[in-house]
């Protein structure tokens, strides 16, 4: 290996003592390609053992908490103990490859398609519906109903205990329910749940003590509990800089083992919130790194790349998602002093060698310009 490559691979441990072998993580990425009663499919268990043997630790497709969770066709279950099973085969081909394997737990909202949860009750915090086109208006969820789905995040916590997963990563991004509940455009609400920017935190907050309580009364060796957030919305009103700021400061205060940021683009800066012309993961680095460990991720292809990215953000963890599917060999290549024969764009012929299933294929394939080399 060239020294200069040195970073990325020393190890790292976390609080809790659980140890990484580098700093190199593979992102949650949907994959379309689960069963149709949920469990994990041959083909996404072959796509994960593809990529899980270089990279330190996998963070796994989302899975749904609750049956009107599911956002996605083709997602994998971890709503009910039935799934235990379909969970633990994907974590133990994971970890059979050297790599920690963490589940990333979730629930739609008002981003659920009708047709994939019960009799198209979509919920959300409030009743207003998503800008994206044709999104249909969510029903506001009761108190009660709120209490349920917090419940229901430590029970898909308890069941990754169960399947032998290493940790879970609460999924609070891409405007999802945690989200909305966190969000002053998806979040309307007058009572506990709602109003103020600290009130709009008290959702992600339950749900990690929740969490956090599971672990504590189920997991019987070090587990982790990290949270994924997105920095800001476009929208208006919408996360601003400044809100999410505020929010990784109660956040690195809860005992959660890291944060994830999500951003399309590593290098990207604020929109507004801030007067500060940094990119966004360089401030969030200064605000709470000295706290808790960052993750950071965005279109980092090539070796030199991510090492510029670790060293210039001081991010201590680096996670690849359309990388590891462009080329499942990188952290190896890398090692054995071969960084220039990595791919940083798609071959399209060459599905059946990169081991990608069909339904993330396709939408690979039909959708130009998400992956480098698909126009």
């Given at each position: 290996?060239?020294?200069?490559f040195q970073p990325l691979?020393?190890?790292f441990?976390?609080?809790n ?12 990425m949907?994959?379309?390609?689960s069963n149709?009663?949920?469990?994990v499919?041959?083909?996404e268990?072959?796509?994960y053992?593809?990529r899980?043997?270089?990279?330190s ?5 989302c899975?749904y908490?609750?049956?009107?969770g599911?956002g996605f066709h ?8 039935e799934m235990?099973?379909?969970l633990?085969?994907l ?7 050297g ?6 737990i979730?629930h ?6 009708p047709?994939l949860?019960p ?6 915090a409030?009743a ?7 999104a249909?208006?969510?029903r ?7 209490e ?24 609070g ?5 945690i989200?909305?509940?966190f969000s002053?455009?998806?979040?309307r609400r007058e009572d506990?749940?709602g109003g103020?920017l600290?009130?709009r935190?008290?959702?992600?907050l ?12 189920h997991?019987?060796e070090?587990?982790?509990v990290g949270?994924r ?5 476009p929208?208006?009103?919408g996360i601003t800089m400044?809100?999410?700021?505020a929010?990784?400061?109660?956040l ?8 994830h ?5 590593f290098?990207?800066e604020p929109?507004?919130g ?6 966004r993961?360089?401030?969030i680095q ?6 808790i ?8 292809y ?11 953000s ?13 080329d ?11 960084e220039?024969?990595?791919?940083t ?6 599905q059946?060698?990169?081991v ?16 480098p080399?698909?126009?």
């Amino acid at each position: 290996m060239n020294p200069k490559f040195q970073p990325l691979f020393e190890d790292f441990t976390f609080s809790n003592g659980i140890s990484l072998k580098n700093r190199v993580v593979m992102a949650p990425m949907t994959n379309f390609s689960s069963n149709e009663d949920g469990t994990v499919s041959d083909a996404e268990v072959e796509y994960y053992a593809r990529r899980a043997k270089g990279v330190s630790m996998v963070i796994t497709a989302c899975t749904y908490v609750t049956a009107n969770g599911k956002g996605f066709h083709g997602e994998f279950a971890g709503h009910s103990d039935e799934m235990v099973p379909s969970l633990k085969r994907l974590a133990s081909a994971i970890k059979e490859q050297g790599a920690k394997a963490v589940l990333q737990i979730f629930h739609g909202g008002r981003e659920c398609p009708p047709e994939l949860v019960p009799d198209g009750d979509i919920v959300s915090a409030s009743a207003v519906a998503s800008e994206r086109s044709g999104a249909k208006e969510p029903r506001a969820l009761s108190g009660q109903e709120t209490e349920e789905i917090i419940k229901a995040f430590g029970e898909a916590t308890r069941r990754a205990i169960e399947a032998g997963y290493d940790g879970v990563e609460i999924h609070g991004a891409n405007g999802y329910l945690i989200q909305q509940f966190f969000s002053p455009h998806s979040n309307r609400r007058e009572d506990q749940w709602g109003g103020s920017l600290e009130k709009r935190m008290a959702f992600p907050l339950a749900v990690i003590e929740e969490v956090k309580k599971t672990v504590s009364e189920h997991a019987k060796e070090p587990f982790l509990v990290g949270y994924r957030f997105s920095p800001e919305e476009p929208e208006t009103p919408g996360i601003t800089m400044a809100d999410t700021l505020a929010l990784i400061d109660v956040l690195s205060e809860t005992g959660l083992d890291y944060l994830h940021v999500s951003l399309q683009d590593f290098w990207s800066e604020p929109r507004r919130g801030v007067k500060d012309k940094r990119s966004r993961i360089e401030i969030i680095q200064e605000r709470v790194g000295h706290r808790i460990p960052v993750i950071g991720v965005g279109s980092l292809y090539g070796a030199d790349e991510a090492l510029h990215a670790l060293e210039k953000s001081g991010v201590p963890l680096i996670a690849l998602g359309r990388q590891l599917i462009i080329d499942p060999d990188w952290v190896e290549k890398i090692l054995s002093g071969r960084e220039e024969e990595i791919e940083t764009k798609l071959d399209k012929n060459a599905q059946d060698r990169l081991v990608v299933p069909d339904p993330l294929w396709q939408a690979i394939i039909n959708t130009p310009g998400w992956f480098p080399g698909v126009e």
